[in-house]
Nanobody, 114 residues
Framework: VQLQASGGGLVHTGGSLKLSCAAS????????MGWYRQAPGKQREFVAR???????DYANSVRGRFSISRDNSNNMLFLQMNSLKPEDTAVYYC?????????WGQGTQVTVSS
């Protein structure tokens, strides 16, 4: 299984980025998927999840600014991030929900400058 996150970069406060995750998971359309992030010196934390049925849930810190979506035809997961803040700076990962330790990929770095 591979979960390859991409789309990170350097943006200014208030900017936007869209992250993508290519998932080589069989029966992807039946998987609950999520985005997680890890800031320097902090533990990895939940950001957003999308159930197989299309339900969405967000961490309080990103609700109203981030939007999770998926393309089951192409085994892709997305995270649209708007109104970015310096505290959003982290490495972002995609994984199942609940996450699996053996599914963590390299992640993609998001840096928000003030």
């Amino acid at each position: 299984v591979q979960l390859q996150a991409s789309g990170g970069g350097l943006v200014h406060t208030g900017g936007s980025l869209k992250l993508s995750c290519a998932a080589s998971i069989t029966r992807f359309r039946f998987a609950h998927m999520g985005w997680y992030r890890q800031a320097p010196g902090k533990q990895r934390e939940f950001v957003a999840r999308m159930t197989a049925a299309g339900g969405r849930d967000y961490a309080n810190s990103v609700r109203g600014r981030f939007s999770i979506s998926r393309d089951n035809s192409n085994n892709m997961l997305f995270l649209q991030m708007n109104s970015l803040k310096p505290e959003d700076t982290a490495v972002y990962y995609c994984n199942l929900v609940p996450s699996r330790a053996d599914y963590w990929g390299q992640g993609t770095q998001v840096t928000v400058s003030s």
